[in-house]
């Protein structure tokens, strides 16, 4: 194979997601479906100590993204996860990542189908299930074959949903606070001493406390796709870091903000875990549409997350295909082009070729120079 063969595989994705797209994935990727429907079910298990579980998780991704930031300013030529496996472990654990990740999210975005098909269902029961299944996919591909600033629009669009939301949610709960609202399920009023009155902040002690690791972990699931789209985000050494240094201030805001004035107005052990409690904060504000608002942002939130796993996987099928692990097509960009040129054809000073990309050409180098090869031609030839 010659060197021109070999670099020519490796394209460079087109950089069409700018500063607001990548700051939106990020606040998207860290905001889950979780948050909104099984909140609940983790306050009942935990207790206020779900505080806790959520400052701990969020501390774990700032320094896993922080990580990952790093290796991929290091080299700009990583695209996916597995590039950067491939080039500092092995090849064993480039091809272990790419395809257990890309697996991954093929069941997830069929699980965020069926979760779409059951959120059409409350809106419209009598929708067949397929119906709503066969559009998000038909959908979903379109929007996928289209260039990335697409993608990082619909995004964009999807996370400004879940952020109206929530904050909503907050300015709701502390206008309840501030005026002593009297709880009409509990006959309580509004306090911040329900956080600890009730048993305290640990109710169930240590093990109820690791078992909310669990629950909560889910609804950060996406947060690493920041990973995969500074592949595709121009000037990443600008907006790569700010996007990944804010994350901690999500998490604050945004889960232990919302979960914080949820179980000030509502005791936590008095929350229903099979409801969502932000449609319960909203019904107790007066909006008789709650149900049906939360609906909605949950089910633009599942779009949110099949559209990224759809966008992650075929990045992640790209790269295998680009080292012969995957079906051959795979490796065929569309007429609206992700990948653009070879990696080694845009040297620049922030930058240096990943060893992966040449290891075939390096491999064939040594091959043909080795010693053992001499022996063999040589060999052959006396034949």
């Known amino acids: 194979m010659s060197e021109t063969t070999t670099s020519a595989g490796h394209e460079n994705l087109q950089r069409g997601l ?47 993204m922080r990580a990952l930031g790093e290796l991929l300013l290091s080299n700009l030529n990583y695209k996916t996860f597995g590039d950067i496996a491939k080039d500092l472990i092995g090849p064993w654990a480039g091809y272990f990542v790419s395809w257990t990740y890309w697996i991954t999210w093929v069941v997830i975005c069929v699980a965020d189908i069926i979760a779409i098909t059951s959120y059409v269902a409350y809106i419209n029961a009598d929708i067949p299930n397929w119906v709503p299944a066969l559009v998000t996919a038909i959908v979903l591909t379109i929007l996928n074959l289209q260039p990335v600033r697409f993608f ?109 004035v949820i179980m000030a107005i509502t005791p936590w052990d008095k929350l229903d875990p099979e409801k969502s409690p932000f449609v319960t904060t909203f019904a107790y504000a007066g909006f008789g549409a709650a149900a049906f608002a939360i609906n909605l942002v949950v089910l633009t939130s599942a779009a949110s997350s099949a559209n990224s796993g759809f966008y992650s996987g075929t990045r992640m099928m790209h790269a295998l295909a680009h080292d012969g692990h995957a079906p051959a097509p795979s490796r065929s960009p569309t007429a609206a082009a992700s990948p653009a040129a070879p990696c080694s054809s845009r040297p620049s000073s922030s930058s240096r070729p990943c060893r992966s990309c040449c290891s075939a050409t390096a491999s064939s180098r040594r091959s043909r120079s080795s010693p053992r090869s001499r022996r063999r031609s040589s060999s052959s030839s006396g034949a």
């Open 152 to 260: 990082g629009e619909f995004e964009f669009w999807f996370s400004i949903i879940k952020i109206v939301a929530i904050l909503a949610l907050i300015v709701t709960g502390v206008i309840l606070l501030v005026t002593g609202f009297q709880n009409p399920d509990t006959g309580t009023s509004s306090s911040l001493a329900h956080l600890w009155d009730h048993g305290g902040m640990f109710p169930f002690g240590a093990s109820g406390f690791l078992l909310g690791f669990q629950l909560g972990i889910f609804s950060f699931i996406g947060v690493e796709l920041v990973g995969t789209a500074a592949a595709e985000t121009k000037d990443p050494h600008r907006n790569l870091p700010r996007a990944i240094n804010s994350i901690v201030v999500r998490v604050l805001i945004f889960y232990i903000g919302a979960l914080t």
């Open 18 to 64: 700018t500063n607001r797209h990548l700051q939106l994935i990020a606040i998207g990727g860290a905001i889950g479906t979780g948050l909104f429907l099984g909140s609940g079910k983790v306050i009942s298990l935990t207790g206020p100590s779900v505080l806790f579980i959520y400052a701990v998780i969020g501390c774990m991704m700032f320094f896993l």
